[in-house]
């Protein structure tokens, strides 16, 4: 008996930001990028960024955006000049001609010296604010050292050190900094907020939110704060919660485009496609250049099988940023979906150029290798998924089901066993190794790792039909009438299932079941243009 049921199975689940392959089992893996923000949290100038991590199913990934900086308006401080009367300063006035003779000289001691005017802490501050928001940031640093050494007690010129820091990467000068404002103003709420996001940005998530909770009860007109705020209960699985902190956001700030976003992506998680779309959509609206509102966009279009308005998002990301990678990785999916696996590979391959460790991208290539039927270059794409990842149980499974495609049957019982090693919950790996195990003649082996596969997924129909087979072959018809009737009663209308039932039931003695069954089988056999295995149909139903 030869049994070879290899399909590639699109999963679409909840996921967001680039990835790895294989920490869990799925035929693909999908990415979801974590929330990754800006450490210039003080300004609100966008610049979009992502760090994805790997999910469990497979899924379009969800890319978060670098969080705007929030303009610190009340501490970039301009003085002006104060006016001085109109004769204050006559720059004309002339001594009398008679006073000092053509060539006499001034005595040393009369000649005024030059008046050189010390720049105020308030100007240092200013001028280091200036090379900030230039990204001059040793300059930056310099001036506010500057500031700070006039006075010493004037915080604003900390909490902006801090930020250079932190755009420097020097997190512990940024929490220095930030702390030592602070100590001069209890009620900063800034220093608050840029302390909460470095926090979050090192992962010491109980400290940011305690940042991000001072923040608001010190300023409660402070969006960022609660759009962060939620993004931690959101990590935190807390998604109504999360949800109130992201609806008062888009409250205090309605011309937020990354509070409608990230709420956008709360009510995803929450299952509210339509109302996610709505908050993306007005993303967009706010700002028409959000690539990542227009790929979570089509994401969501994507899982609600609307794959036309998927696909034009997709595309419209890419045309903001050619080089948005999980832009590219996620139009594989949406093309996969439309039976366009040629296409599906242009994008992979595009993703691979533009990232040659993505070992996703290698995965989901190998699956779409495996059903256009070029095996070989399916089993290299897997390999190089193991060469990035090694322990990635995605991988055997699918040179596993590459192997079974080519009838190397003891190279698929291998890689099956490889992928259980690493996951031994994975239903489908126990089903494939027990087709190689069947096709082996191992019929013991084969029934264990097909009872296995169904025990830990009893709506496995496939796993049901395969086991049905082998009681078949092994001469246990009523064992493999109630497996294959099983199926035919989860309305699973397959020809290969009404077809072994009905000489099962010839077998039983029971003719009219096994002619209606054969008649059904026939049915689909025609329906699906298989006219050899038809026939074989027509046959069996002569010799009743």
């Known amino acids: 008996m030869n049994i070879n049921q290899f399909a590639l199975i699109l999963l679409s689940t909840v996921a967001f930001l680039g990835s790895t392959a294989a920490s869990s089992m799925a035929q693909v893996v999908g990415t979801t990028a974590a929330e990754d923000f800006s450490e210039e949290a003080i300004f609100q100038e966008t610049e979009a960024d992502a760090a994805p991590d790997a999910q469990p199913e497979a899924q379009p990934t969800f890319i978060e955006p670098v969080l705007p900086e929030d303009i610190l308006e009340d501490d970039f401080l301009e003085f002006e000049e104060p006016a001085l009367p109109e004769d204050a300063l006559d720059t004309e ?3 009398p001609t008679e006073a000092i003779p053509e060539d006499s000289e001034l005595p040393i001691d009369t000649i005024p010296e030059e008046v050189v005017e010390t720049p105020s802490y308030i100007e240092r501050y200013n001028a280091g604010v200036e090379q900030y928001r230039a990204g001059n940031n040793e300059a930056a640093i310099e001036e506010f050292n500057a500031a700070i050494a006039i006075n010493p007690d004037y915080a604003p010129a900390y909490l902006f050190r801090g930020a250079t820091f932190a755009r420097l990467e020097n997190s512990n000068a940024a929490l220095n900094s930030y702390n030592l404002a602070l100590s001069i103003d209890p009620n900063y709420s800034a220093a608050y907020l840029n302390r909460g996001i470095l926090h979050y940005d090192l992962q010491n998530t109980s400290l940011a939110a305690e940042d991000f909770d001072r923040a608001i009860a010190t300023d409660t007109n402070s969006a960022t704060a609660y759009i962060y705020r939620g993004l931690i209960d959101s990590e935190q699985g807390s998604y109504e919660t999360a949800l109130e902190y992201l609806n008062d956001a888009v409250r205090l700030d309605p011309n937020n485009a990354s509070a409608y976003f990230h709420r956008g ?10 109302l ?4 993306f959509t007005q993303a967009i609206d706010l700002q028409d250049d959000y690539a990542e509102a227009y790929l979570n966009r089509g994401v969501t279009h994507y899982e ?3 794959m036309t308005p998927a696909l034009e998002d997709i595309d419209q990301a890419i045309a903001i ?31 691979l150029t533009l990232d040659p460790s993505y070992a996703d991208a290698y995965l989901i290539r190998g699956q779409v290798y495996s059903t256009t039927g070029n095996t070989s270059a399916a089993i290299n794409s897997f390999n190089q998924v193991l060469e990035l990842a090694p322990d990635s149980a995605e991988a055997y499974y699918g040179r596993g089901q590459a192997h079974l495609l080519t009838s190397d049957q003891q190279a698929a019982v291998a890689d099956f066993t490889a992928a259980l090693a690493r996951d031994p919950n994975h239903a489908p790996s126990y089903k494939g190794r027990g087709d190689a195990f069947a096709n082996l003649g191992n019929g013991f082996n084969a029934l264990g790792d097909y009872t296995t596969a169904i025990d830990l997924d009893n709506i496995y129909w496939d796993a049901y039909s395969s086991r049905g087979r082998i009681h078949y072959e092994e001469g246990n018809y009523q064992e493999a009438y109630a497996d294959f009737s099983t199926v035919i009663a989860a309305n699973v209308f397959d020809a290969d299932v009404f077809y072994y039932r009905g000489v099962t039931n010839a077998l039983l003695g029971n003719p009219a079941g ?4 054969l008649e059904k089988a026939g049915s689909l056999y025609l329906t699906n243009n298989e006219a ?11 010799k009743l």
């Open 265 to 274: 992506l709360i009510l995803k998680q929450l299952d509210n496609p339509d």
């Open 514 to 517: 096994a002619e209606a069954d």
């Open 304 to 306: 609600l099988d609307a």
């Open 93 to 95: 006035s002339e001594l």
């Open 321 to 351: 940023d050619e080089n948005n990678i999980e832009a590219h990785y996620n139009r594989s999916f949406i093309l996969i979906a439309q039976n366009r696996p040629k296409a599906a590979l242009d994008a992979l391959n595009t993703v």
């Open 276 to 279: 996610a779309i709505n908050d």
């Open 532 to 542: 050899t295995r038809y026939r074989i149909v027509l046959d069996a139903l002569n």
